[in-house]
């Protein structure tokens, strides 16, 4: 079926998009009648060479995000993947000619459509007495054996308009532009492409199916199937295997790239990939390409070159030498230029060592003694029930939330086992519930960990003098007070501070002298599961499940269950 898209009308999809990238930037202007962009400050130009690239739209932010200071002049854009019309490209050609630049070179990539079309408009503007040349980029390395029709023009084009747009800034003529583009186009770039699936034309099916399983490698950016269907495997597997196609000599357009090499590399995202996952394919290309000896001069990660909303990516490596990372470190005006330190990414350190922790004042109390094995059991018990509870709590979870309540507390649970395994536990409340916080703000992740952390750091303070059970009672009124302080979760919010609130309502009677340790526990942990029960009759006020219709809700709320089934651990412990 059709895909869907936010679009106006399928007919005026590209002239929209562009009007839309020009109405944000002042530094472009519309050529009236044509769907042609160009800078602004055109008339500055005098005496220079001007660049003009494009192409079909729907490569956003190519070509016109690369129009600036220091990069292209204009760019002509065509229908979606639609090579532009020779009237928009003369016109374009005129308007710069008009402004008073001394020639201008066309930055056209390896596309039958865009070479005749570039090509048609280039002779006719030079039977008009205008100087005008012509470059084609074809930097695609996907072939093993090169036909007739040449190399692919892909993202490796982006760096010929940076190299190209430096030059012409620095009053470079067009001759030596022409003939240094060449230069770099043809020893130097090489990309390719691998992704998860097709994109569409708007107004169109999608271009190839593929299926849950499987990859392409080696497509083109115009959501034309690749040269290779593999099954789907990790991110570094796939980046080797592509880094290997496109370094390997026997293939007719690989990069010559050796150890010792210096080189800039491009991920660039195809339209629809996560940013979580280019930051992951960055960081196996940067590992894998060290571990060949390559050197990094240069990394550029984000969407340079797309294919509408295709999920994949496509490399980029460009030879480098010094005098040519200087044209790439030039700077630009471009809005979709990124802002790179003019620093190697090779050999520079990537941490910090971490501070270190504050010394503890050593446990009064002995650790292995009575009281540290009663703390041990404690903490078992609560993992075995937590670790019990995890699929009970992850349903309850689904009604409101995301469905993890029950993996996040196991999560904790299984992080106390590991502390436990290397020795005692402290016997010093204070120092033992400051272990834990720090445990679970580690290791517990999600709102659950740093609740539960927030409780026990608040907690600790009024232990650290007595343990008497008015300082535990007080240390339960802090850690509430705490939870409520950044939680922004009231009692009644239906939220796992329910719970903890009507045990601690309870507790307060151990601030009264003679008060007895199990019986008021005893009624803090019936309290607390009463109140666990009620939240099924609460609508939330706080927490994911606030923004959720209270009609959905019909079961209690899982974080206060967690809470109610800690506190019954620690009293049935205690008991026995």
């Given at each position: 079926?059709?895909?869907?898209?936010?679009?106006?009308?399928?007919?005026?999809?590209?002239?929209?998009?562009?009007?839309?990238?020009?109405?944000?930037?002042?530094?472009?202007?519309?050529?009236?009648?044509?769907?042609?962009?160009?800078?602004?400050?055109?008339?500055?130009?005098?005496?220079?060479?001007?660049?003009?690239?494009?192409?079909?739209?729907?490569?956003?932010?190519?070509?016109?995000?690369?129009?600036?200071?220091?990069?292209?002049?204009?760019?002509?854009?065509?229908?979606?993947?639609?090579?532009?019309?020779?009237?928009?490209?003369?016109a374009a050609i005129r308007a710069v000619a008009q402004a008073g630049t001394v020639g201008t070179l066309l930055i056209v990539k390896n596309y039958t459509g865009d070479r005749l079309n570039f090509g048609l408009a280039r002779e006719q503007a030079r039977a008009e007495?205008?100087?005008?040349?012509?470059?084609?980029?074809?930097?695609?390395?996907?072939?093993?054996?090169?036909?007739?029709?040449?190399?692919?023009?892909?993202?490796?084009?982006?760096?010929?308009?940076?190299?190209?747009g430096?030059?012409?800034?620095?009053?470079?003529?067009?001759?030596?532009?022409?003939?240094?583009?060449?230069?770099?186009?043809?020893?130097?770039?090489?990309?390719?492409?691998?992704?998860?699936?097709?994109?569409?034309?708007?107004?169109?099916?999608?271009?190839?199916?593929?299926?849950?399983?499987?990859?392409?490698?080696?497509?083109?950016?115009?959501?034309?199937?690749?040269?290779?269907?593999?099954?789907?495997?990790?991110?570094?597997?796939?980046?080797?295997?592509?880094?290997?196609?496109m370094t390997n000599t026997t293939n007719a357009s690989h990069v010559p790239v050796q150890p010792g090499s210096s080189v800039v590399m491009m991920v660039n995202n195809l339209g629809g990939l996560s940013f979580l996952e280019l930051g992951i394919i960055a960081d196996a290309t940067v590992r894998s390409l060290e571990g060949r000896g390559v050197k990094i001069a240069r990394a550029l990660v984000g969407t340079f070159m797309s294919a509408l909303e295709m999920p994949g990516i496509s490399l980029t490596l460009l030879l480098v030498d010094e005098p040519l990372l200087k044209l790439i470190d030039a700077e630009t005006t471009a809005a979709a230029w990124p802002n790179v330190a003019a620093v190697s990414i090779t050999g520079r350190k990537r941490s910090r060592v971490a501070p270190a922790e504050p010394q503890e004042a050593p446990d009064s109390t002995a650790a292995g003694g009575s009281a540290s094995k009663r703390m041990a059991l404690v903490l078992e018990r609560v993992c075995s029930t937590l670790l019990g509870l995890?699929?009970?709590?992850?349903?309850?979870?689904?009604?409101?939330?995301?469905?993890?309540?029950?993996?996040?507390?196991?999560?904790?649970?299984?992080?106390?086992?590991?502390?436990?395994?290397?020795?005692?536990?402290?016997?010093?409340?204070?120092?033992?519930?400051?272990k834990l916080s720090v445990l679970l703000l580690e290791k517990m992740g999600g709102s659950?960990?740093?609740?539960?952390?927030?409780?026990?750091?608040?907690?600790?303070?009024?232990?650290?003098?007595?343990?008497?059970?008015?300082?535990?009672?007080?240390?339960?009124?802090?850690?509430?007070?705490?939870?409520?302080?950044?939680?922004?979760?009231a009692p009644g919010d239906r939220t796992m501070l329910d719970s903890l609130w009507a045990a601690g309502q309870e507790l307060q009677a151990w601030k009264s002298p003679g008060a007895d340790l199990l019986q008021v526990l005893t009624k803090a942990v019936k309290s607390a599961e009463?109140?666990?029960?009620?939240?099924?009759?609460?609508?939330?006020?706080?927490?994911?499940?606030?923004?959720?219709?209270?009609?959905?809700?019909?079961?209690?709320?899982?974080?206060?269950?967690?809470?109610?089934?800690?506190?019954?651990?620690i009293l049935e412990v205690l008991q026995s």
């Open positions: 079926q059709t895909s869907k898209k936010l679009v106006n009308s399928v007919a005026g999809c590209a002239d929209d998009a562009l009007a839309g990238l020009v109405a944000c930037n002042p530094n472009l202007q519309l050529l009236q009648g044509h769907r042609v962009a160009l800078r602004s400050d055109l008339d500055s130009l005098k005496g220079r060479v001007a660049l003009l690239s494009g192409g079909g739209s729907g490569h956003e932010p190519a070509h016109a995000g690369f129009i600036g200071k220091g990069m292209l002049t204009g760019v002509i854009a065509g229908a979606v993947f639609t090579s532009p019309a020779v009237g928009s490209i003369l007495g205008i100087p005008v040349e012509m470059v084609v980029i074809g930097d695609d390395s996907a072939f093993t054996v090169l036909k007739k029709a040449g190399r692919r023009g892909l993202c490796g084009t982006v760096l010929i308009h940076k190299v190209a430096a030059l012409a800034e620095a009053g470079v003529g067009l001759e030596e532009i022409t003939k240094q583009v060449n230069m770099v186009a043809k020893c130097w770039p090489g990309s390719w492409g691998r992704d998860l699936s097709s994109c569409s034309v708007p107004g169109s099916k999608p271009t190839f199916e593929l299926s849950a399983d499987e990859v392409e490698l080696g497509l083109g950016i115009h959501g034309e199937a690749g040269v290779r269907r593999i099954k789907m495997a990790t991110a570094d597997e796939i980046v080797k295997l592509m880094l290997d196609h995890e699929e009970h709590l992850n349903a309850l979870d689904r009604a409101a939330g995301d469905g993890d309540c029950g993996t996040t507390h196991s999560r904790a649970a299984r992080a106390i086992r590991e502390w436990l395994k290397e020795g005692p536990p402290p016997a010093s409340p204070a120092q033992l519930l400051s659950s960990g740093a609740l539960y952390g927030l409780f026990l750091t608040a907690a600790t303070q009024p232990l650290k003098a007595k343990t008497s059970l008015p300082a535990w009672s007080a240390a339960m009124d802090a850690g509430l007070e705490a939870m409520q302080k950044y939680g922004k979760a009463a109140a666990a029960e009620a939240t099924k009759d609460m609508e939330a006020g706080a927490g994911r499940a606030s923004y959720i219709s209270s009609a959905r809700l019909e079961q209690p709320d899982p974080g206060a269950v967690a809470a109610a089934a800690i506190l019954r651990a």
